[in-house]
Nanobody
Framework: QVQLVESGGGSVQAGGSLRLSCAASGYTRSNKCVGWFRQAPGKEREGVAAYYTGSDTEYYAESVKGRFTISQDTAKKTVTLEMNSLKPEDTAVYYC???????????????????WGQGTQVTVSS
């Protein structure tokens, strides 16, 4: 059974930084696509970034390009989302999700991800 556990959420002031980690267990394939999504109150869940371990390819939403960085920590077997220059509009519950392969045209399509974590709250105050 695949399980995803997020960690690293919290509260920061605008301009600050946070690092989120996603640890996957029970997944036996050699490569994976790990996506980070977020959902703010009253809004739909949206894709933030994704990482495909098979080619070390990164994908980002336009709203976070240049501020967020997604990467793989091979030793810890986690995928990390480094969030800098945070804005109040980044406030949301952040989820990591997993599927087999990332594709440029649909990495942010939440319906394509079979496995989801429980989410971690990120709050950015102005």
């Amino acid at each position: 059974q695949v399980q995803l556990v997020e960690s690293g959420g919290g509260s920061v002031q605008a301009g600050g930084s946070l690092r989120l980690s996603c640890a996957a267990s029970g997944y036996t394939r050699s490569n994976k696509c790990v996506g980070w999504f977020r959902q703010a109150p009253g809004k739909e869940r949206e894709g933030v970034a994704a990482y495909y371990t098979g080619s070390d390819t990164e994908y980002y939403a336009e709203s976070v390009k240049g501020r967020f960085t997604i990467s793989q920590d091979t030793a810890k077997k986690t995928v990390t989302l480094e969030m800098n220059s945070l804005k109040p509009e980044d406030t949301a519950v952040y989820y990591c999700a997993l599927r087999l392969i990332c594709y440029r045209e649909d990495w942010d399509a939440r319906i394509t991800y079979a496995h989801w974590g429980q989410g971690t709250q990120v709050t950015v105050s102005s």
